[in-house]
């Protein structure tokens, strides 16, 4: 889906670029980075995700577009479960909020201040 999106968003910005690889994991792809051997487009939580490359690379905002937008959603039954559910979202906000947020502002000193929102 990811993969999807990033190609819109290069089509939109006029990037015609021949895709030389795709991965599903961050390490591997951070690897090559580190490596000098590509570039790639990806998430603020990707990156976090495979935090100790972080040192080792350097990254640019994307310009602002919707494309560039991921949303998390949770679903459930109208009036089943709606007070975990309601945990749950506010666990994860506050785990983005005072747990990665700032782990990926200190790490990534040009990471947009909206880049999670």
């Known amino acids: 889906m990811i993969s999807q999106k990033v190609e819109r968003f290069a089509r ?52 602002p577009n919707h494309l560039g937008r991921c949303d998390f959603l949770l679903l459930h039954r109208q009036g089943e479960w709606e007070e975990f559910a309601s945990e749950i979202v506010t666990l994860t906000r506050r785990v983005l909020d005072h747990g990665i947020h700032p782990a990926l502002a200190r790490a990534l000193a040009r990471l947009p201040e909206d880049a999670l929102r």
């Open 12 to 63: 939109r910005l006029g990037i015609d670029s021949v895709r030389r690889c795709e991965f599903d994991a961050t390490d591997p792809l951070l690897s090559l980075i580190t490596a000098r051997l590509c570039f790639a487009v990806s998430t603020p939580l990707c990156l976090w995700q495979a935090g100790h490359y972080l040192s080792d690379i350097a990254t640019l905002p994307l310009p």
